[in-house]
């Protein structure tokens, strides 16, 4: 491409054969609006992923309280619990949604209170140290609170068995 200076005229382009560049120019617009349009494709692929992701988060978070909650209530198996409560439309928020499981588990309490063992009062933030099972009402023996004959007499038994 040449620039002359043409008194009359003023400047003047010599632009040549330019059809070849313009051949280029739109061929390179066309990859670039190809890989646009790609681009747009996978993001929003990624952002259905991401919304499904958010929205299991979410109901396993939900479930995870339901099944703490159903612990502290006592159940025999608080993994099956959730099996007995109606499912919470997605539309609501996760506060809303806990609030409507937390009234549907008080009442398969009173519903069905064979998924239930004896109500145990334990903390909601040590649900782990609740009691342990045992059978029946086992006192803890002292050998030091024993009177001395019937510590004898036990003696005696433990060694000759």
């Known amino acids: ?3 002359t200076i043409n008194e009359t005229e003023g400047p003047v382009v010599d632009v040549g054969d330019t059809s070849s560049e313009i051949d280029a120019m739109r061929a390179e617009f066309q990859d670039l609006a190809t890989a646009y349009a790609a681009s747009q494709a996978a993001l929003e692929v990624a952002e259905a992923e991401q919304l499904r ?3 299991d988060a979410e109901r396993q978070s939900v ?3 339901i099944r703490v909650r159903a612990a502290i209530l006592g159940a025999v198996d608080p993994d099956d619990i959730e099996k007995f409560l109606n499912p919470i439309d997605g539309d609501s928020d996760a506060k809303a949604r806990e609030s409507a499981l ?3 588990l008080d ?3 009173d519903s069905k209170p064979y998924l239930f063992s004896r109500r145990r009062p334990v903390h909601d933030t040590d649900i782990l140290s609740g009691v342990p099972p045992r059978q029946g009402d086992v006192p803890e023996a002292d050998v030091r609170l024993v009177a ?3 510590y004898a007499v036990r003696k005696m038994r433990f060694l000759s068995s």
Do not use: E, F, G, P
Request: proline share 0%; no cysteine; hydrophobic share 50%.
């Open 1 to 3: 491409m040449d620039i």
């Open 53 to 55: 992701v958010t929205q």
């Open 63 to 65: 479930l995870s309280k």
């Open 102 to 104: 937390n009234a549907q």
């Open 107 to 109: 009442a398969l309490v």
């Open 148 to 150: 001395a004959d019937d």
